[in-house]
């Protein structure tokens, strides 16, 4: 299976720097795994890929390792101590203190004090490790199964084997070369239970923490191993995730199992969000293109917008208002449960990658200029 470059972040980052890595000549990534991130005064003003709030806290996390908390809605920040100086690229956090964020080189890190320590509880390396067995175990039962099939099937189980078996080799080689491939967003129930997903199908869950994981790829119907670029939980319990070639998939039984949603967009998808309302789902991505439905996937409309740019993120605050970033600085808001957006602000400075209400009607934006604050009229307050 030939690599996939696909910009996933904005402007110069994008998931394609990862694949550079695949020259066991370009990068020592042990080294990146094992330095931890630089203390820095520049962290608020170098690329943030995600925020989000623990408590009352806001923590975001970005490039070079960068995480920074803060405790009066963006004003002042301080920066956690970070065991890695990879991309971080989501961050999420179960209960008020326990985080966990994920990046580059398949890394998971995990905090036990709201952001201001982590400790590292995954590479790349093993998570690659887990999907192999994953793909071991997949393709014994699917040689069983060849063995009872009726003769008019047993050639399209052949055909399936013989692509397993290829993905399979692909990792294999990947572990000659290093933990490569990122991991791109992470959602966690409380302090146990939580997903992970990334680049080429990545699925990991863990029922304890992260003190061990297991590979979820089983359970997606991805046979193309396409990437996984958002997981998110839905209003009235069900999960969501979506990636490239407009993969949607929903789970309303806590993630044990999943369905394969039709989506009216092939293009890739990047967030996606509940609206506040069970079961509608905002999906979201490339161009601009927006997805909403009121029954967890099963049927689609499209949103229109003129912004017309690549969206990254969106929050729903306690009024209701929807609000979605993305590239070019662009800033939409619904205050009609996504019936339609309007643009709310826009930079001519950088993308915006995350966005976190803060006090009143003020919102927190974080991108490639680092952190921003803007009032309700679009005013830059930082």
């Known amino acids: 299976m030939a690599k996939r470059l696909t910009c996933k972040t904005v402007g110069a980052a994008c998931l394609g720097l990862s694949m550079a890595w695949s020259s066991p000549a370009a990068f020592a990534l042990a080294d ?20 989000v709030l623990a408590g009352d806290r806001i923590v975001a996390v970005g490039e070079r ?3 920074i908390y803060s405790d009066d809605d963006g004003k002042t920040w301080d920066q956690g101590s970070v065991p890695v100086s990879v991309t971080l690229t989501a961050v999420d956090f179960g209960s008020d203190t326990h985080g966990w964020a994920v990046g580059h080189s398949g ?15 995954l590479t790349g390396i093993e998570a690659t490790e887990l999907a192999i067995a994953g793909k071991e175990a997949q393709i014994a039962a699917m040689e069983e199964r060849v063995e009872d099939a009726p003769e008019s099937e047993k050639e399209d189980l052949e055909w399936a084997i013989d692509d397993v078996v290829f993905t399979m080799e692909n990792m294999q080689s ?6 490569v491939n990122p991991l791109l967003s992470v959602w966690f129930k409380d302090d146990q239970y939580g997903f992970v997903v990334g680049a080429y199908g990545m ?18 119907e991805n046979a193309q191993n396409f990437h996984l670029n958002s997981i998110a939980s839905i209003t009235g319990g069900a999960l969501a995730i979506v990636g490239e070639a407009g993969q949607i998939h929903v789970s ?33 991505g490339l161009r ?7 029954d967890l996937g099963k049927s689609w409309r499209m949103v229109p917008n003129n912004a017309g740019a690549t969206l990254n993120d969106g929050v729903v605050a306690d009024d209701g208002r929807i609000t979605l970033v993305g590239n070019g600085g662009t800033v939409l808001m619904s205050s009609n449960d996504a019936d339609s957006f309007r643009e709310h602000f826009r930079s001519d400075r950088a993308g915006i990658m995350s966005v976190v209400p803060v006090s009143g009607t003020n919102l927190l934006i974080v991108g490639e200029s680092g952190v921003t604050i803007i009032d309700a009229r679009g005013k830059n307050l930082q």
Do not use: C
Request: hydrophobic residues 35%; charged residues 25%; without cysteine.
């Open 203 to 220: 699925i990991l869950r863990t029922e304890d923490g992260g003190e061990t994981w297991e590979d979820w790829a089983s359970k997606i």
């Open 32 to 51: 990146i795994i094992e330095t931890p991130a630089r203390q820095t005064d520049l962290a608020t003003t170098s690329l943030l890929n995600d925020a």
């Open 65 to 67: 390792g960068h995480i």
């Open 107 to 121: 890394v998971v890190l995990h905090t036990e004090d709201a952001g201001e320590s982590w400790n590292l509880q």
């Open 252 to 284: 309303v039984d806590g993630g044990d199992t999943w369905e394969r949603r039709e989506s009216p967009y092939q293009g890739s998808l990047f967030g996606v969000i509940g609206t506040g309302q069970v079961n509608e789902i905002l999906a979201f």
């Open 288 to 294: 601009g293109n927006m997805l909403f439905s009121t």
């Open 174 to 179: 990947d572990l000659d070369i290093g933990p």
